[in-house]
């Protein structure tokens, strides 16, 4: 993209540095100068299941979890595991785990001294980097578009749900191109005008026409009961990988998709059904 919106967490985070979490939404400090000495990618989430397909004897890791040491950093699909340490944000009703501040959710408790934080819900910042606030719907579709990106080249998968944090599926999405580039005048469109009502507006670098990459996707919501028959088809099928949000973040996630379809002529809207976007990152 033309700015820095997004913090790639994969790419940027370094063993033997200094990074200080921040709320997305308030830009309070969450976790204060914390140095990773190991900062490893966790195993797809379904890996204990398929141990039974490597082993012809039981499953000797079945009672086996992965727990952070203080100084270290374990990256999922859509969130990363750290020791909880003497911070304390856990909501007193259950293990959502709250800011402090703005009483947003964060992530959840995993164990009694690991957190589980949703990379669409905290920001991490080298220590010596100020903190810059980006607009919500920027910031969220950016790193859903970066997960869906990943998550097709190394794994080879196209179809992904979108579960909330209490188990329900919002959203069916079928990615098309993830090599999308959109450009745009920077003189009045409708696109503009829709994306305007949050913020969404991405200024280039130089020059009249601004550029970022996407990526264009085919959805459909299933909330209130709507394609029911379908999201029970795509759970039960293995080619088809989910994807956890907070469920608050599923909600705005399907909102920012349905305002890019209404931006985008009738004629282009639908496809077999399914509703197009183009999610930019």
């Given at each position: 993209p033309s700015l820095d919106l997004v913090f790639t967490l994969r790419e940027s985070l370094k063993p033997q540095k200094n990074y200080v979490l921040y709320c997305q939404f308030c830009g309070d400090i969450i976790v204060k100068d914390r140095k990773f000495l190991r900062v490893l990618p966790l195993p797809s989430e379904n890996w204990s299941a398929l141990v039974e397909e490597w082993c012809c004897h039981p499953n000797p890791f079945a009672r086996s979890t992965f727990h952070p040491r203080h100084d270290d950093c374990f990256l999922g699909d859509t969130f990363f595991l750290l020791n909880s340490g003497n911070e304390s944000h856990k909501s007193k009703e259950n293990t959502r785990v709250i800011c402090k501040r703005c009483k947003t959710m964060l992530g959840e408790t995993v164990s009694s001294d690991t957190i589980k934080y949703y990379v669409t819900e905290v920001v991490i910042r080298p220590s010596e980097a100020s903190f810059s606030p980006t607009p919500r719907c920027q910031f969220v579709q950016s790193m859903v578009a970066q997960c869906l990106v990943e998550l097709s080249s190394a794994k080879s998968t196209f179809r992904f749900t979108i579960k909330g944090d209490n188990g329900k599926i919002y959203i069916l999405i079928w990615l098309l191109n993830s090599d999308t580039l959109l450009v745009e005048s920077l003189g009045s469109s409708?696109?503009?005008?829709?994306?305007?009502?949050?913020?969404?507006?991405?200024?280039?670098?130089?020059?009249?026409?601004?550029?970022?990459?996407?990526?264009?996707?085919?959805?459909?919501?299933?909330?209130?009961?709507?394609?029911?028959?379908?999201?029970?088809?795509?759970?039960?099928?293995?080619?088809?990988?989910?994807?956890?949000?907070?469920?608050?973040?599923?909600?705005?996630?399907?909102?920012?998709?349905?305002?890019?379809?209404?931006?985008?002529?009738?004629?282009?809207?639908?496809?077999?059904?399914?509703?197009?976007?183009?999610?930019?990152?």
């Open positions: 409708s696109s503009h005008s829709v994306f305007t009502l949050f913020g969404d507006i991405f200024m280039p670098s130089s020059g009249p026409v601004g550029t970022w990459n996407a990526v264009k996707v085919l959805y459909q919501p299933c909330i209130k009961s709507r394609n029911k028959d379908l999201a029970d088809a795509w759970e039960n099928d293995i080619g088809v990988h989910p994807l956890k949000f907070p469920s608050e973040t599923c909600l705005e996630l399907l909102l920012i998709l349905g305002l890019s379809t209404t931006s985008l002529p009738p004629s282009l809207r639908c496809m077999n059904s399914f509703q197009v976007r183009n999610s930019c990152y």
